[in-house]
Nanobody, 118 residues
Framework: QVQLVESGGGLAQTGGSLRLSCAAS????????MGWFRQAPGKEREFVTR????????YYTSSVKGRFTISRDNAKNTMYLQMNNLKPEDTAVYYC???????????WGQGTQVTVSS
């Protein structure tokens, strides 16, 4: 069965850093592009960043560009999100997800909470 498990969330100060991990199992990790999403209370889930199968192509939403870095280690079946210069508006539950060839995301992790104090 497909399983995605996020970890690394927590409390950070404005300007601080956190590194999230997404451990994947139950499928051939290297065959899929992956993405990170986030959802704040009362708001819609929003796309944050995605990465291609080999890690060679990445895309970021404008609000995190230059601050966040997505990466993956296919040998470890793990994807990462390095978050630097955190802002209060980054506060949300962060989810990793598997991206299908048709661009839809079909499997999701349980989420990890990121809280940034002002």
């Amino acid at each position: 069965q497909v399983q995605l498990v996020e970890s690394g969330g927590g409390l950070a100060q404005t300007g601080g850093s956190l590194r999230l991990s997404c451990a994947a199992s139950g499928f051939t990790f290297s065959s899929y592009a992956m993405g990170w999403f986030r959802q704040a209370p009362g708001k819609e889930r929003e796309f944050v960043t995605r990465i291609s199968r080999s890690g060679g192509l990445t895309y970021y939403t404008s609000s995190v560009k230059g601050r966040f870095t997505i990466s993956r280690d296919n040998a470890k079946n793990t994807m990462y999100l390095q978050m630097n210069n955190l802002k209060p508006e980054d506060t949300a539950v962060y989810y990793c997800a598997r991206r299908r060839d048709d661009s839809e995301y079909d499997y999701w992790g349980q989420g990890t909470q990121v809280t940034v104090s002002s």
